[in-house]
């Protein structure tokens, strides 16, 4: 059985835990906050892994105390290199490829998650360890990770920001938000079966100018506006229509 | 029975085509393709409703083969007015807040339908062929409907189109975009327990300077960097950041 030790309480932290107690194959024997780490913090001989699960800038600091540890050393950051850790120790990263909230069940067994390590014993350790929990586990080396990473902020952040923005339309005009709900989830199951290229709907794509400009016209909120400009643009050159 | 004639032949056709077909409280007894209405079309004369499914720029023309009917005559697009239709004739919208492929099925039961109608007794007709297929039926008038297809754009063409950015990203650098299925869904089914404004998260949200910075360095493409960098600041606004 994999031991391991989780630093840091926060949301990952708090979903790796729960995985982790499903499965036989991997104890977690102790959570130590992030705060609570110092040169003098004891921690059991039988641990395999340290898995550092924490704000991404305290990420280099934190994993200082394991310089000289002769343990497998994770983190789960998708934009922090490997390098990041120390140096000459057992170092890796173990990145979950999912947004993580406390109060939201996650089912581990579809999330991808990125493995990284520099020697083939750790790659395999670590394997095993993803492999525990998820049925998605991958080689993802630090450069592609930042990729991986640069295109998470469009699909998850960016597109709760588009959600924010239909919420602010529905709120100013007494409209329930919630109604939206089947859509955004259709919307991002569709590309089980089409390519977002195929999926495109809308004014802009069906170049419908007289749509566009009513609706520029609706929009009260100049960044709104701008937004609406922008990606209409930017999905009008998509499919290759004048400007 | 309430007895239905479908006008158009296409994505939205199909789907409610087939949703009806599954209750016994309606029968969708003729379906013609647009092309084929003229002065000559002959209609079943138990037909008690007309639902016009075509382009949104045809709904005018095509509705004015019925400018003399008898019938209740229902348009299903979110960003025409029930006006677009001929006056004087019992007109009405019956628009599902959805987005619709031919090749995917859809759970009908839980699309919110948005109706309309000028006359009780049609509203209540509305009501009934909509609560056939739908638990969601909703009164909304031509104005608020206007808004809710505008919310739309934004729900749904827009975060189509951040997918269609990650993808790119990923093509450019050999990453699998299939690994962001289950972020993609869970971003949506987030919103089920929490407020997009609660549920956002990312650098621009933690107003991460640095990983900004690095993330705008990374864009090759000029739109993706200008959609970045608009979005970035918008979120920023959001949350009361300086810019």
Chains 1, 2 share one sequence.
Do not use: W
């Not at 922090?80 to 120390?86: E, K, R, T, V, Y």
Request: with cysteine; hydrophobic share 35%.
């Amino acid at each position: 059985m994999i031991q391991v030790a989780l630093i840091g309480k926060g949301n990952v932290s708090h979903h790796l835990q729960k995985a982790f107690s499903k499965t036989s194959q991997v104890e977690v024997v102790q959570v130590v906050p992030s705060r609570k780490i110092n040169h003098e913090t004891s921690f059991k001989d039988s641990i395999d892994i340290f898995i550092i699960a924490i704000r991404d800038d305290a990420i280099h600091a934190v994993s200082q105390y394991f310089k000289d540890s002769k343990k497998l050393i994770l983190h789960t950051s998708g934009s922090i290199s490997i390098d990041a850790l120390p140096s000459r120790i057992r170092r890796g990263v173990f990145y979950p490829l999912q947004t993580f909230t406390k109060e939201r069940e996650i089912d581990f067994e579809t999330v991808p998650i990125c493995v990284e390590a520099e020697h083939d014993k750790d790659l395999e350790l670590l394997k095993e360890l993803a492999g525990s929990i998820s049925g998605s586990v991958h080689e993802i080396s630090s450069g592609q990770r930042e990729k991986l990473h640069l295109a998470a902020v469009f699909v998850n952040n960016f597109t709760n920001h588009m959600y924010r923005i239909g919420q602010e339309i529905c709120q100013k005009n007494e409209l329930d938000f919630t109604m939206f709900q089947p859509l955004m989830l259709e919307t991002a199951k569709k590309l089980e079966t089409l390519s977002p290229f195929e999926a495109q709907t809308g004014p802009a794509k069906r170049n419908d100018d007289s749509t566009i400009a009513r609706q520029l016209e609706q929009l009260k909120v100049e960044k709104h506006k701008e937004i609406y400009q922008l990606l209409t643009e930017s999905i009008k050159t998509t499919y290759g229509k004048e400007l």
